[in-house]
């Protein structure tokens, strides 16, 4: 295969992957800036609340994408359509499982997060009522992460981009129409919100059994001990690996809050430049898992070898396109994202950590999506243990004496340390 091919098939891949990253977080916006328009803040502040309480339960599960792509690329590569099959069913089976249990424990989880988020009565009523409707859509949501990780697989990204775009028109129109035609409020967006959820599963259920050859499997077969007990090895790393994620983000969130408010602000408008550049990255990362998937399933090891290093090359190029953006156009992405001067000014004395971001934390998303593809997600664990273990070495050492500058470091180095272990590990891919 020329070069030019597998560079054409990365951008294929990792184009639509981009698209379908950014597009995602609409999904929450729309709902904020419809009731931002129903005249109470408390409105707002029970649809952040309620989206809070989705991404805590949804994070969590996001290794049924992540775990899906892997398997399925090295039985796409294999050519082994009856393996993609059951992969796909048993982590449907899964996903459906695990929405009905959280339908089921709806009222002791809406009240468990509730108190811990600590909210007035008004606030908490009202998220309460956009959860206990929305947790119906528990089981579309995890479903369409295995969908997603399963089309994705099947080199197919473009087909989780329109899914993506669809579930967005559909939650525009749907909550639009039960708000303000309906006057229907905090159900009217919560019921159109659960409504595009639901079609975009169903869309892509629908792409996944009309464009592809899928072979029905029988409940014996979704439930051999063998395949479950790789299934759940594969996803429970990416599990644990994500609990360090979360730690890290929890604890770079709460020192923030504790030097008060304006810090807090500093550090989340900051972190902004971080999310900007993980859409794009994650993209290269998507192309990654589906290639490195393909290739190993079929036992091609001069073509993953190339692929990854194509990869890793076109992760160097965007990193270096950011840090020229961030480095010559900081203060003006700054002044887009607030306009409280005062919290302006205090961030640009924190503009060159941002600066490093780019450089620092490429390699971790490239070989993040190598690695999910080679289904080595204990080598992954192994790079995020690492990683979190330097970022608290850092933070406690240098946070007591440089502040807040103290805490970016620890997070630069915890970015850093990712790239390092994942790249020495990863030596064995591109030889």
Known sequence: MSKVSIDREILNLAIPSIVTNITTPLLGLVDVAIVG???AAAYIGAIAIGGTMFNMLYWLFGFLRMGSSGMTAQCYGAGDRKGSSLILEQALLVAFIAGAIMIAFRHPVCDLVLLFMDVDANTAQLARTYFLILIWGAPAVLGNYVLCGWL???QNSKATMWVSIFINVCNIAASCLLVYAFHLNIPGVASGTLFAQ???FLLAATIAVTRYDLFPCRLKELCELNGLKRFFKINGDIFLRTLCLVTVTIW??????RQGEEMLAVNALLM???TLFSFFMDGFGFSGEALAGKYIGAKDNSRLSE????ICRWGLIVALLFTILYAAGGDILLNILSDDDRVVVLAHEYIYWVITIPVAGFLAFTWDGIFIGATATRDMLMSMACATAIFFTVYYIAYPILGNHGLWLAFISYLLTRSAVLTIIGRRYHQ
Not at 252 to 257: D, P
Not at 307 to 310: A, C, E, G, L
């Open 152 to 154: 994705l697989g099947m």
């Open 37 to 39: 328009h129903m005249g």
């Open 198 to 200: 639901w079609t975009g």
């Open 252 to 257: 770079f969130t709460r020192t923030g809050a």
């Open 307 to 310: 692929s990854v290093k194509k």
């Open 272 to 274: 902004q430049f971080f």
